[in-house]
């Protein structure tokens, strides 16, 4: 059998015109794009028709997109650096935030900024009944993550952002899930600041995006720690072969997700309809239970207990291993925390009953798979649990 990757929350095989672009570039258009001479000009003129085509694509003017190494590098942008040009006041955050917009918002603590998190129900959406609360003085910046990589849930960021627009509150939202399963248009968006991470797509590595308005822009334009070059807000020399990379990327994707002020929708494509029918196969099992919400979430996003037919728990690391030898690759979590012993922060946060608070197990599809790929999945993950539960017993 051959290997099934159902890990695309964590990274994504390149798409064979991104590596070809890379390889390109690499190979006959590698100058300095801050050179003045005809081979950094060359570099520069790629890179500008780069952004230009990204910003096409996502409604954008090219003065709002940037480039960074990641979406985490975005995330530290678009708090840290930007609290720096604020007076301190309160950074309020969703309970089932990237594990990177915690550790910022820990710094800003240090820096004497107060800290608020949003509670979220069982299926991981915030409760809008505190959102008066969240939102009164002294809140400064909000940041929601749009879709939760480890259980799916999809936050109503547009109702969110109007409601911060309205009170001078600055908006960011991570949307590194959300952009590979359609494209986003940033002129309808209530955000002041969005990442977004290009190996999450299908594109190379060590590039990131992070979109601004005008008037964020400004702030970070007055930090002597990072200023504007050439329509950078990061020093070194930009890499013209990920940018362009990531714009090959980005290409691939041609339908548009409709966003209203309290729902997303997602285009319905193959990776959809493939997750749909996982999932129709493994609700069925009775050593996993189904957790996130069945509607509000990413479309290739499934989330599950391992847990025996009679409920003791079975750890998500041991099913993962067990699955890797079988060729099938899926996670426990977020790839940036889940080599972490203990209880997931995002369980408890939903309320999972202490015992599975390390038994989640996250699937996640991309382009690259199969139907024949999700027929043979449920079956061994079928097995695999079997076995699990021989030895518990």
Known sequence: ?????????????????????LKDIQSECWGNPSSIHKVGVIAREILERSRLSI????????????????ATESNYLSLKVVSNNLDKGRLVISSVEHPS??????????????IKYWPVDSYGIINLD?????????????????????????????????????????????????????????????????????????????IGLLMLRRGVRELLHNDPSYGFKNGSIRSGTESVPLIAGFSTAIDLLNEYIEVKDNQTSFPM???SKMTSLLKKNLVM????????????????????????????PIKGREI??????????????????????GPNPILVAINVDKPLQESGLRITIGPWISNDDINSVS?????????????KQ
């Open 130 to 206: 505190l959102l008066e609360e969240m939102l009164s003085p002294p809140t400064k910046m909000v940041s929601i993550i749009w879709g939760q990589s480890e259980i799916g849930s999809i936050q109503p960021i547009n109702l969110i952002g109007m409601e911060c627009k309205k009170r001078n509150i600055l908006f960011h939202t991570d949307a590194t899930q959300v952009l590979p399963s359609g494209l986003i248009d940033w002129s309808k968006l209530n955000v002041d600041m969005l990442s977004a991470s290009a190996h999450k797509l299908q594109g190379p590595k060590g």
């Open 379 to 391: 079956n061994i993950i079928y097995e695999s649990l079997q076995s699990l539960e021989l030895k």
């Open 1 to 21: 059998m051959n290997n099934i990757y159902l890990d695309a929350s964590a990274t994504t095989p390149p798409h064979i015109d991104v590596i070809n672009k």
């Open 55 to 70: 910003a096409n694509k996502l409604k954008a003017s090219s003065e709002e997109i940037f480039f960074t190494s990641g």
């Open 320 to 341: 993962v291993r067990l699955l890797s030898q079988h060729g099938v690759y899926i996670s426990s979590g977020s790839a940036c925390s889940s080599s972490n012993q």
């Open 101 to 114: 917009i915690n550790l910022i918002a820990n710094q800003l603590f240090n820096d004497g900024w107060d």
């Open 269 to 271: 494509n193959n990776v």
């Open 285 to 312: 099992n009775k050593q996993l239970t189904f957790i996130g919400p069945h509607r509000e979430r990413l479309p290739n996003n499934l989330s599950f207990l391992c847990h025996t037919k009679s409920m003791i």
